[in-house]
């Protein structure tokens, strides 16, 4: 079964850092390009980030760019993104989520997930 | 950027009736490969997306057959055949022809 777990979420100030973790289970992680999407609490959804199954290649939405950086950890089958000089409009449930394609191309077209983690909710507030 | 617009926002419908939902694409989702990249998610009450259906018409695994999804180039459409009460949530259309891809408002779906 596969498995998403996110934590590392809370409450930080404006300027401040989080950095959140996915820990994978129950499939290969390695063979796998992985997501973070993001959700204000009731609202729509975003793309934030995504890095290769091989970690070559990384893409960050504008929104994020220079602000937040995604990293994974075969070792740990593990995900992460690092979210620096954060800001109110982060405010957000981060998910963690699979790719559906088996060692796919980045940035060719045609990533969506198929499964996503519960998610961990991000705070920006003073 | 490729801007989704989904109609309508909101749909009540009678258990047993079906639904439709309209999924707009600013440009073309058609990739040069010669596959379109247009997805669909339910996110349930609290709980997360969850994929239904993959390039247009292709029903994830073990997502039922009253779910279908239809389309080409900008226009895309879910159908619900009969709604079930454990089909209320939201519905979001996706797409990842270029990044970064992008989805839908959603759209609602409640019981009567």
């Known amino acids: 079964e596969v498995q998403l777990v996110e934590s590392g979420g809370g409450v930080v100030q404006p300027g401040g850092s989080l950095r959140l973790s996915c820990a994978a289970s129950g499939f290969s992680f390695d063979d796998y390009t992985m997501y973070w999407v993001r959700q204000v609490p009731g609202k729509g959804l975003e793309w934030v980030s995504l890095i290769s199954w091989d970690g070559a290649t990384t893409f960050t939405a504008d929104s994020v760019k220079g602000r937040f950086t995604i990293s994974r950890d075969s070792s740990k089958n593990s995900l992460y993104l690092q979210m620096n000089s954060l800001r109110s409009e982060d405010t957000a449930l981060y998910y963690c989520a699979k790719d559906g394609r088996w060692i796919a191309g980045v940035a060719q077209g045609g990533d969506f997930f198929d499964y996503w983690g519960q998610g961990a909710l991000v705070t920006v507030s003073s | ?112």
Not at chain 2, 68 to 91: M, N, P, Q
Request: with cysteine.
């Open chain 2, 1 to 112: 950027d490729v801007v989704m617009t989904q109609t309508p926002l909101s749909l009540s419908v009678t258990p047993g009736q079906p639904a439709s939902i309209s999924c707009k694409s600013s440009q073309s989702l058609l990739h040069s490969d010669g596959k379109t990249y247009l997805y669909w998610y339910l996110q349930k009450p609290g709980q997360s997306p969850q994929l239904l259906i993959y390039e247009v018409s292709n029903r994830f695994s073990g997502v039922p057959d009253r779910f279908s999804g239809s389309g080409s180039g900008t226009d895309f459409t879910l159908k619900i055949s009969r709604v079930e009460a454990e089909d209320v949530g939201v519905y979001y259309c996706m797409q990842s022809v270029q990044l970064p891809g992008s989805f839908g408002q959603g759209t609602k779906v409640e019981i009567k």
